[in-house]
Protein backbone atom coordinates (compact mmCIF):
# COMPACT_ATOMS: atom_id res chain seq x y z
CA UNK A 1 0.00 0.00 0.00
CA UNK A 2 1.55 2.84 -1.13
CA UNK A 3 2.25 5.63 2.10
CA UNK A 4 0.88 9.38 1.28
CA UNK A 5 4.29 10.34 1.54
CA UNK A 6 5.53 8.19 -1.05
CA UNK A 7 2.37 8.38 -3.49
CA UNK A 8 2.71 8.46 -6.91
CA UNK A 9 1.73 11.76 -8.44
CA UNK A 10 -1.07 12.34 -11.09
CA UNK A 11 -4.94 13.53 -11.04
CA UNK A 12 -7.70 11.71 -9.51
CA UNK A 13 -8.62 9.19 -12.04
CA UNK A 14 -11.47 6.58 -12.74
CA UNK A 15 -10.34 3.78 -14.55
CA UNK A 16 -12.06 3.19 -17.58
CA UNK A 17 -13.16 -0.51 -18.91
CA UNK A 18 -11.61 -1.83 -22.12
CA UNK A 19 -8.79 -3.14 -23.82
CA UNK A 20 -5.08 -2.31 -22.34
CA UNK A 21 -3.91 -0.17 -25.10
CA UNK A 22 -7.09 1.93 -24.56
CA UNK A 23 -6.60 2.41 -20.99
CA UNK A 24 -2.62 3.22 -21.55
CA UNK A 25 -3.25 5.80 -23.97
CA UNK A 26 -6.41 7.59 -21.85
CA UNK A 27 -3.56 7.78 -18.75
CA UNK A 28 -1.36 8.95 -20.67
CA UNK A 29 -3.31 12.40 -20.68
CA UNK A 30 -2.27 11.99 -16.67
CA UNK A 31 1.72 11.63 -16.93
CA UNK A 32 1.74 15.82 -16.92
CA UNK A 33 2.85 18.37 -19.68
CA UNK A 34 5.49 20.92 -19.64
CA UNK A 35 9.07 20.82 -21.74
CA UNK A 36 10.33 17.79 -23.18
CA UNK A 37 6.74 15.96 -22.46
CA UNK A 38 6.43 12.46 -23.14
CA UNK A 39 3.82 11.25 -25.54
CA UNK A 40 4.24 7.37 -25.59
CA UNK A 41 1.48 5.53 -22.89
CA UNK A 42 2.26 5.51 -19.12
CA UNK A 43 4.65 2.28 -19.16
CA UNK A 44 5.62 0.39 -22.22
CA UNK A 45 6.30 -3.11 -20.14
CA UNK A 46 1.87 -3.14 -20.50
CA UNK A 47 1.96 -3.08 -23.79
CA UNK A 48 4.91 -5.15 -24.57
CA UNK A 49 4.98 -8.23 -22.03
CA UNK A 50 2.39 -11.02 -21.73
CA UNK A 51 -0.22 -9.93 -19.28
CA UNK A 52 -0.94 -13.29 -18.46
CA UNK A 53 0.63 -15.03 -15.68
CA UNK A 54 0.49 -18.82 -16.89
CA UNK A 55 3.25 -18.06 -19.53
CA UNK A 56 5.64 -17.34 -16.95
CA UNK A 57 4.84 -20.10 -14.43
CA UNK A 58 6.23 -22.82 -16.63
CA UNK A 59 9.71 -21.89 -15.89
CA UNK A 60 9.08 -21.11 -12.65
CA UNK A 61 7.93 -25.33 -11.60
CA UNK A 62 4.57 -25.21 -13.03
CA UNK A 63 3.03 -27.54 -11.57
CA UNK A 64 5.59 -28.55 -9.19
CA UNK A 65 5.51 -27.61 -5.51
CA UNK A 66 7.34 -24.67 -4.64
CA UNK A 67 6.62 -25.40 -0.56
CA UNK A 68 6.72 -29.23 0.55
CA UNK A 69 3.38 -30.41 1.94
CA UNK A 70 3.96 -30.00 5.90
CA UNK A 71 5.72 -26.98 5.30
CA UNK A 72 2.76 -25.45 4.09
CA UNK A 73 0.69 -26.82 6.30
CA UNK A 74 3.00 -25.22 9.49
CA UNK A 75 2.39 -22.07 7.78
CA UNK A 76 -1.26 -22.65 6.93
CA UNK A 77 -1.95 -22.79 10.83
CA UNK A 78 -0.06 -19.76 11.39
CA UNK A 79 -2.01 -18.21 9.07
CA UNK A 80 -5.36 -19.46 10.39
CA UNK A 81 -4.34 -18.49 13.76
CA UNK A 82 -3.95 -14.75 12.65
CA UNK A 83 -7.11 -14.63 11.29
CA UNK A 84 -8.78 -15.98 14.30
CA UNK A 85 -6.98 -13.39 16.45
CA UNK A 86 -9.47 -11.06 17.43
CA UNK A 87 -11.42 -13.52 19.24
CA UNK A 88 -8.86 -14.38 21.56
CA UNK A 89 -9.16 -10.83 22.92
CA UNK A 90 -11.06 -10.41 26.49
CA UNK A 91 -10.14 -6.68 26.18
CA UNK A 92 -10.15 -3.94 23.61
CA UNK A 93 -6.41 -3.73 22.66
CA UNK A 94 -4.32 -0.59 24.00
CA UNK A 95 -3.50 0.14 20.33
CA UNK A 96 -7.05 0.50 19.41
CA UNK A 97 -7.36 3.40 21.84
CA UNK A 98 -4.09 5.10 21.08
CA UNK A 99 -5.39 5.23 17.63
CA UNK A 100 -9.00 6.18 18.88
CA UNK A 101 -7.57 8.87 20.65
CA UNK A 102 -5.27 10.40 17.97
CA UNK A 103 -7.26 10.25 15.35
CA UNK A 104 -5.65 7.75 13.33
CA UNK A 105 -3.06 10.30 13.14
CA UNK A 106 -5.11 12.29 10.99
CA UNK A 107 -6.11 15.88 11.05
CA UNK A 108 -8.28 18.18 9.26
CA UNK A 109 -5.84 20.91 8.00
CA UNK A 110 -5.45 20.70 4.07
CA UNK A 111 -8.05 18.15 4.01
CA UNK A 112 -11.02 17.95 1.79
CA UNK A 113 -14.14 15.99 1.30
CA UNK A 114 -14.30 15.89 -2.73
CA UNK A 115 -12.16 17.14 -5.33
CA UNK A 116 -12.96 20.93 -4.26
CA UNK A 117 -14.64 21.34 -1.26
CA UNK A 118 -12.14 21.49 2.13
CA UNK A 119 -13.25 19.51 4.86
CA UNK A 120 -15.73 21.67 7.41
CA UNK A 121 -13.97 22.39 11.16
CA UNK A 122 -17.52 21.42 12.21
CA UNK A 123 -18.12 18.39 10.51
CA UNK A 124 -14.52 17.11 12.70
CA UNK A 125 -15.54 17.97 15.02
CA UNK A 126 -18.81 16.45 14.88
CA UNK A 127 -16.74 12.78 14.15
CA UNK A 128 -15.06 13.61 17.53
CA UNK A 129 -17.95 13.75 19.36
CA UNK A 130 -19.30 10.56 17.36
CA UNK A 131 -16.67 8.24 18.06
CA UNK A 132 -17.33 8.50 21.87
CA UNK A 133 -13.60 8.85 22.83
CA UNK A 134 -14.31 8.92 26.60
CA UNK A 135 -16.45 5.61 26.42
CA UNK A 136 -13.79 3.53 25.02
CA UNK A 137 -14.08 -0.14 25.60
CA UNK A 138 -18.12 0.41 25.83
CA UNK A 139 -20.01 -2.49 24.14
CA UNK A 140 -16.92 -4.63 23.69
CA UNK A 141 -16.69 -8.38 22.64
CA UNK A 142 -16.43 -10.76 19.70
CA UNK A 143 -18.26 -10.01 16.15
CA UNK A 144 -17.99 -10.99 12.46
CA UNK A 145 -18.51 -8.99 9.45
CA UNK A 146 -21.46 -9.80 7.42
CA UNK A 147 -20.61 -8.86 4.23
CA UNK A 148 -17.86 -6.79 2.33
CA UNK A 149 -17.58 -3.73 4.33
CA UNK A 150 -15.10 -0.86 4.42
CA UNK A 151 -13.12 -0.19 7.65
CA UNK A 152 -12.45 3.45 8.24
CA UNK A 153 -10.34 5.21 10.33
CA UNK A 154 -13.62 7.52 11.96
CA UNK A 155 -17.20 6.63 11.97
CA UNK A 156 -18.11 8.41 8.66
CA UNK A 157 -18.30 6.88 4.85
CA UNK A 158 -17.30 10.43 3.99
CA UNK A 159 -14.11 11.03 2.21
CA UNK A 160 -11.03 12.37 3.32
CA UNK A 161 -8.46 14.02 0.96
CA UNK A 162 -5.50 15.95 0.91
CA UNK A 163 -5.07 18.16 -1.59
CA UNK A 164 -6.52 17.06 -4.48
CA UNK A 165 -5.42 19.65 -6.64
CA UNK A 166 -1.87 17.68 -6.79
CA UNK A 167 -1.11 14.43 -8.61
CA UNK A 168 -1.01 11.74 -6.50
CA UNK A 169 -3.61 12.83 -4.35
CA UNK A 170 -8.08 13.10 -4.47
CA UNK A 171 -9.48 10.29 -5.45
CA UNK A 172 -8.37 6.94 -5.25
CA UNK A 173 -6.58 8.21 -1.66
CA UNK A 174 -9.20 8.67 0.72
CA UNK A 175 -7.27 8.56 3.80
CA UNK A 176 -10.44 7.30 5.85
CA UNK A 177 -10.02 3.89 4.01
CA UNK A 178 -8.03 1.80 6.14
CA UNK A 179 -8.96 -1.08 4.21
CA UNK A 180 -11.49 -3.81 2.78
CA UNK A 181 -13.19 -6.63 4.60
CA UNK A 182 -14.83 -9.34 3.41
CA UNK A 183 -17.63 -11.20 5.15
CA UNK A 184 -17.37 -14.16 7.63
CA UNK A 185 -13.71 -11.88 9.00
CA UNK A 186 -13.30 -12.16 12.86
CA UNK A 187 -13.69 -9.01 14.90
CA UNK A 188 -13.29 -7.69 18.34
CA UNK A 189 -15.63 -4.72 19.21
CA UNK A 190 -13.65 -1.99 21.41
CA UNK A 191 -15.73 1.06 21.17
CA UNK A 192 -19.73 2.10 19.76
CA UNK A 193 -20.13 5.55 18.85
CA UNK A 194 -22.54 8.07 20.37
CA UNK A 195 -25.30 7.37 18.23
CA UNK A 196 -25.20 3.81 17.89
CA UNK A 197 -24.34 3.91 14.28
CA UNK A 198 -20.59 2.54 13.70
CA UNK A 199 -18.14 0.57 15.47
CA UNK A 200 -14.90 0.62 16.47
CA UNK A 201 -12.93 -2.84 15.98
CA UNK A 202 -10.16 -4.98 15.71
CA UNK A 203 -10.01 -7.52 12.82
CA UNK A 204 -6.99 -9.26 12.08
CA UNK A 205 -5.02 -6.74 9.62
CA UNK A 206 -6.25 -3.50 11.31
CA UNK A 207 -8.32 -1.42 13.28
CA UNK A 208 -11.41 0.88 12.36
CA UNK A 209 -14.79 1.73 12.36
CA UNK A 210 -17.44 -0.53 10.68
CA UNK A 211 -20.95 0.51 10.25
CA UNK A 212 -23.01 -1.58 12.99
CA UNK A 213 -24.93 -2.96 9.94
CA UNK A 214 -21.76 -4.91 8.30
CA UNK A 215 -21.48 -6.81 11.90
CA UNK A 216 -23.00 -8.99 14.00
CA UNK A 217 -21.87 -10.18 18.04
CA UNK A 218 -20.79 -13.69 18.16
CA UNK A 219 -21.21 -16.29 20.82
CA UNK A 220 -19.12 -19.14 21.98
CA UNK A 221 -21.33 -22.01 19.60
CA UNK A 222 -20.71 -19.82 16.44
CA UNK A 223 -17.24 -18.98 17.31
CA UNK A 224 -16.53 -22.51 18.15
CA UNK A 225 -18.11 -23.99 14.80
CA UNK A 226 -15.77 -21.24 12.89
CA UNK A 227 -12.67 -22.66 13.71
CA UNK A 228 -13.59 -25.97 14.18
CA UNK A 229 -14.28 -26.56 10.35
CA UNK A 230 -11.30 -26.63 7.36
CA UNK A 231 -11.35 -22.85 5.72
CA UNK A 232 -12.35 -22.31 1.91
CA UNK A 233 -10.71 -19.61 0.06
CA UNK A 234 -12.64 -17.70 -2.82
CA UNK A 235 -10.20 -17.70 -5.97
CA UNK A 236 -12.41 -15.20 -8.06
CA UNK A 237 -14.22 -12.06 -7.31
CA UNK A 238 -17.63 -10.62 -6.70
CA UNK A 239 -18.90 -14.59 -5.61
CA UNK A 240 -22.56 -14.47 -4.58
CA UNK A 241 -22.42 -15.77 -0.98
CA UNK A 242 -26.19 -15.49 0.41
CA UNK A 243 -26.60 -12.12 -0.91
CA UNK A 244 -23.46 -10.25 -0.91
CA UNK A 245 -20.48 -10.10 -3.26
CA UNK A 246 -17.27 -11.80 -1.52
CA UNK A 247 -13.96 -11.52 -3.57
CA UNK A 248 -10.45 -13.32 -3.46
CA UNK A 249 -8.93 -12.96 0.40
CA UNK A 250 -12.16 -14.40 1.50
CA UNK A 251 -12.04 -17.66 4.19
CA UNK A 252 -15.69 -18.88 5.06
CA UNK A 253 -15.59 -22.57 7.19
CA UNK A 254 -16.38 -25.48 4.94
CA UNK A 255 -19.84 -27.07 5.54
CA UNK A 256 -20.25 -29.94 3.55
CA UNK A 257 -19.33 -30.98 -0.50
CA UNK A 258 -21.81 -31.09 -3.21
CA UNK A 259 -21.46 -32.00 -6.78
CA UNK A 260 -22.14 -28.41 -7.74
CA UNK A 261 -18.94 -27.25 -5.44
CA UNK A 262 -18.09 -26.58 -2.11
CA UNK A 263 -20.69 -25.97 0.54
CA UNK A 264 -19.77 -23.19 2.98
CA UNK A 265 -20.93 -21.51 6.10
CA UNK A 266 -21.62 -17.77 5.95
CA UNK A 267 -22.54 -15.22 8.92
CA UNK A 268 -26.20 -13.63 9.19
CA UNK A 269 -28.40 -11.52 11.71
CA UNK A 270 -30.08 -13.94 13.48
CA UNK A 271 -33.33 -13.26 15.11
CA UNK A 272 -31.61 -12.05 18.30
CA UNK A 273 -28.99 -10.13 16.45
CA UNK A 274 -26.30 -11.87 17.15
CA UNK A 275 -24.91 -13.73 14.05
CA UNK A 276 -25.70 -17.26 13.39
CA UNK A 277 -24.28 -19.68 10.89
CA UNK A 278 -26.37 -20.25 7.26
CA UNK A 279 -25.17 -22.59 4.24
CA UNK A 280 -24.38 -21.33 0.67
CA UNK A 281 -23.05 -23.82 -2.35
CA UNK A 282 -20.25 -21.78 -3.90
CA UNK A 283 -20.18 -22.05 -7.82
CA UNK A 284 -17.75 -25.14 -9.35
CA UNK A 285 -13.92 -23.33 -9.45
CA UNK A 286 -14.97 -20.18 -7.55
CA UNK A 287 -13.22 -21.45 -4.02
CA UNK A 288 -10.05 -24.10 -2.77
CA UNK A 289 -9.63 -25.83 0.41
CA UNK A 290 -7.18 -24.03 2.27
CA UNK A 291 -4.11 -24.88 1.91
CA UNK A 292 -4.14 -24.83 -2.24
CA UNK A 293 -0.87 -26.78 -3.09
CA UNK A 294 1.93 -23.78 -3.78
CA UNK A 295 3.01 -24.01 -7.19
CA UNK A 296 3.46 -21.78 -10.02
CA UNK A 297 0.28 -22.48 -11.71
CA UNK A 298 -1.96 -22.26 -8.69
CA UNK A 299 -0.48 -18.85 -7.76
CA UNK A 300 -0.90 -17.88 -11.48
CA UNK A 301 -4.39 -19.27 -11.88
CA UNK A 302 -5.08 -17.11 -8.81
CA UNK A 303 -3.15 -13.63 -9.57
CA UNK A 304 -4.79 -13.43 -12.94
CA UNK A 305 -8.39 -13.32 -11.82
CA UNK A 306 -6.77 -10.06 -10.55
CA UNK A 307 -4.90 -9.05 -13.53
CA UNK A 308 -5.97 -5.81 -14.87
CA UNK A 309 -7.98 -4.52 -12.09
CA UNK A 310 -7.97 -0.82 -11.17
CA UNK A 311 -5.96 0.59 -7.91
CA UNK A 312 -7.57 2.26 -5.22
CA UNK A 313 -6.38 2.77 -1.89
CA UNK A 314 -6.91 0.71 0.85
CA UNK A 315 -9.57 -1.37 -1.30
CA UNK A 316 -12.16 1.48 -1.86
CA UNK A 317 -15.40 1.27 -4.16
CA UNK A 318 -13.85 -3.04 -4.26
CA UNK A 319 -10.45 -1.83 -5.69
CA UNK A 320 -7.32 -3.23 -4.30
CA UNK A 321 -3.80 -1.68 -4.02
CA UNK A 322 -0.50 -3.16 -3.65
CA UNK A 323 -0.58 -5.09 -0.63
CA UNK A 324 -3.72 -6.11 -0.91
CA UNK A 325 -3.21 -7.66 -4.30
CA UNK A 326 0.26 -9.41 -2.44
CA UNK A 327 -2.11 -10.46 0.75
CA UNK A 328 -5.02 -11.90 -1.45
CA UNK A 329 -3.09 -13.69 -3.80
CA UNK A 330 -1.90 -15.58 -1.16
CA UNK A 331 -4.94 -16.40 1.12
CA UNK A 332 -5.69 -19.47 -0.68
CA UNK A 333 -2.39 -20.60 0.29
CA UNK A 334 -2.74 -20.41 3.80
CA UNK A 335 -0.31 -17.34 3.89
CA UNK A 336 -2.59 -14.62 5.91
CA UNK A 337 -0.42 -11.57 5.67
CA UNK A 338 -0.51 -8.30 7.44
CA UNK A 339 -2.72 -5.08 5.82
CA UNK A 340 0.23 -3.05 4.57
CA UNK A 341 3.41 -3.37 2.93
CA UNK A 342 6.00 -2.62 5.44
CA UNK A 343 4.59 -5.53 7.48
CA UNK A 344 4.31 -7.33 4.84
CA UNK A 345 8.08 -7.08 4.34
CA UNK A 346 8.62 -8.17 8.02
CA UNK A 347 7.23 -11.40 7.12
CA UNK A 348 9.03 -14.23 7.40
CA UNK A 349 12.55 -13.60 6.10
CA UNK A 350 13.70 -10.27 4.38
CA UNK A 351 17.38 -9.90 2.90
CA UNK A 352 19.09 -6.58 1.83
CA UNK A 353 21.57 -5.91 -0.78
CA UNK A 354 25.30 -5.84 0.32
CA UNK A 355 28.32 -5.92 -1.67
CA UNK A 356 28.49 -5.12 -5.41
CA UNK A 357 25.66 -5.96 -7.63
CA UNK A 358 23.01 -4.56 -5.42
CA UNK A 359 19.73 -5.31 -6.14
CA UNK A 360 20.17 -7.41 -9.00
CA UNK A 361 22.68 -9.72 -8.08
CA UNK A 362 20.56 -10.24 -4.39
CA UNK A 363 17.56 -11.31 -7.22
CA UNK A 364 19.53 -13.33 -8.98
CA UNK A 365 20.48 -15.10 -5.37
CA UNK A 366 17.63 -15.03 -3.35
CA UNK A 367 14.19 -14.30 -5.11
CA UNK A 368 12.14 -17.16 -5.68
CA UNK A 369 9.77 -16.60 -8.49
CA UNK A 370 6.04 -16.71 -7.34
CA UNK A 371 6.97 -16.92 -3.82
CA UNK A 372 9.19 -14.23 -3.08
CA UNK A 373 7.88 -10.09 -2.90
CA UNK A 374 10.52 -7.65 -3.33
CA UNK A 375 9.96 -4.52 -1.28
CA UNK A 376 10.68 -0.86 -1.57
CA UNK A 377 9.49 1.99 0.40
CA UNK A 378 5.48 2.74 -0.06
CA UNK A 379 5.42 -0.36 -2.42
CA UNK A 380 5.31 -4.47 -2.50
CA UNK A 381 5.62 -6.79 -5.49
CA UNK A 382 5.31 -10.52 -6.51
CA UNK A 383 8.22 -11.78 -8.23
CA UNK A 384 7.75 -13.56 -11.24
CA UNK A 385 11.42 -14.60 -12.63
CA UNK A 386 13.44 -13.86 -15.53
CA UNK A 387 11.71 -13.60 -18.86
CA UNK A 388 13.56 -12.66 -21.90
CA UNK A 389 16.71 -11.52 -19.60
CA UNK A 390 14.55 -8.68 -17.58
CA UNK A 391 13.37 -9.73 -13.84
CA UNK A 392 9.66 -9.16 -14.06
CA UNK A 393 7.10 -8.62 -11.50
CA UNK A 394 3.56 -8.74 -10.96
CA UNK A 395 1.76 -5.72 -9.10
CA UNK A 396 -0.96 -3.14 -8.43
CA UNK A 397 0.34 0.15 -9.14
CA UNK A 398 -0.68 3.44 -9.20
CA UNK A 399 2.17 5.07 -11.53
CA UNK A 400 5.77 5.75 -12.02
CA UNK A 401 7.82 9.35 -10.43
CA UNK A 402 8.32 12.06 -13.44
CA UNK A 403 9.45 15.31 -13.75
CA UNK A 404 7.69 17.91 -13.50
CA UNK A 405 7.97 21.79 -14.99
CA UNK A 406 9.92 22.86 -13.04
CA UNK A 407 11.71 19.66 -12.86
CA UNK A 408 10.98 18.16 -9.63
CA UNK A 409 9.35 14.70 -9.90
CA UNK A 410 5.92 15.32 -8.66
CA UNK A 411 4.17 14.21 -11.85
CA UNK A 412 3.00 10.75 -12.40
CA UNK A 413 2.30 8.80 -14.92
CA UNK A 414 -0.66 6.71 -14.27
CA UNK A 415 -1.13 2.95 -14.95
CA UNK A 416 -3.35 2.63 -11.81
CA UNK A 417 -3.73 -1.37 -12.46
CA UNK A 418 -2.56 -4.39 -11.75
CA UNK A 419 0.15 -5.24 -14.26
CA UNK A 420 2.84 -7.26 -15.09
CA UNK A 421 6.22 -5.34 -15.51
CA UNK A 422 10.07 -5.55 -15.46
CA UNK A 423 11.53 -4.74 -12.37
CA UNK A 424 12.43 -0.92 -14.01
CA UNK A 425 9.58 -0.11 -15.71
CA UNK A 426 9.08 3.36 -17.68
CA UNK A 427 12.40 2.87 -17.87
CA UNK A 428 11.81 4.22 -21.98
CA UNK A 429 10.47 7.63 -20.81
CA UNK A 430 12.44 10.41 -21.00
CA UNK A 431 11.36 12.28 -18.03
CA UNK A 432 10.86 9.33 -15.80
CA UNK A 433 12.61 10.86 -12.46
CA UNK A 434 16.34 10.01 -12.49
CA UNK A 435 17.05 7.95 -8.91
CA UNK A 436 13.52 7.12 -8.15
CA UNK A 437 12.50 4.75 -10.21
CA UNK A 438 10.95 1.57 -8.55
CA UNK A 439 14.20 -0.61 -9.51
CA UNK A 440 16.02 2.36 -7.67
CA UNK A 441 13.88 2.26 -4.47
CA UNK A 442 13.90 -1.65 -4.10
CA UNK A 443 15.31 -1.92 -1.03
CA UNK A 444 14.80 -5.91 0.21
CA UNK A 445 13.57 -9.74 -1.00
CA UNK A 446 10.99 -10.72 1.11
CA UNK A 447 10.63 -14.55 1.59
CA UNK A 448 6.94 -14.37 3.51
CA UNK A 449 7.15 -18.36 3.75
CA UNK A 450 9.80 -18.84 5.40
Same mark, same amino acid.
Given at each position: ???????????????????? @?????? @??? !? $???? /???????? !???????????????? $?????????? &??? &???????? #? =?????????? /??????????????????????????????????????????? &??????????????? !???????????????????? =??????? *?? =????????? @??????????????????????????????????????????????? %????????????????? %????????????????????????? =? $?????????? #??????????????????????????????????????????? *????? %????????????????????? #???????????????????????????????????? @????????????????? !????????? $?????????????????????????? /??? %????
Amino acid at each position: MFHAATQQRGGPVRLPAGPI @LAVCLF @LSA !C $AGAG /KGAYDGPP !CADVLNLPQDLRVYAE $AAGGSRRLLP &QEE &QARVAALG #A =ERFFKPWRND /KPPAYSKKLLQTNFGLKPDRAYIDETRPFPPDTWKALEAEANK &QAFGRGAGPAVTLRH !CDLRAAPTSLRFYLRPDLPG =EGYPFDY *FQ =ETSLPPGVP @LYICNISADGAWMLVESPVAAGWLPARDLARTDEAFMRLWRSRPLVA %LVRDGVDVGGTRAHIGT %LLPLAGRSGDGPAVYHPRRGISGNA =E $AATVVLPQGS #AVTVPLPLTADNVAAVGNAMMGQRYTWGGLDEGRDCSALTRDV *FVPFG %LYLPRNSAAQAKTGRAVTPTG #AGGMDALIAREAQPFRSLIHLPGHIVLYLGVYEGKN @LIFHNIWGLRTRDASGG !CDNRAVIGK $AVVTTTDPGRERPDLCAGKSLKDRMD /KIV %LPFE
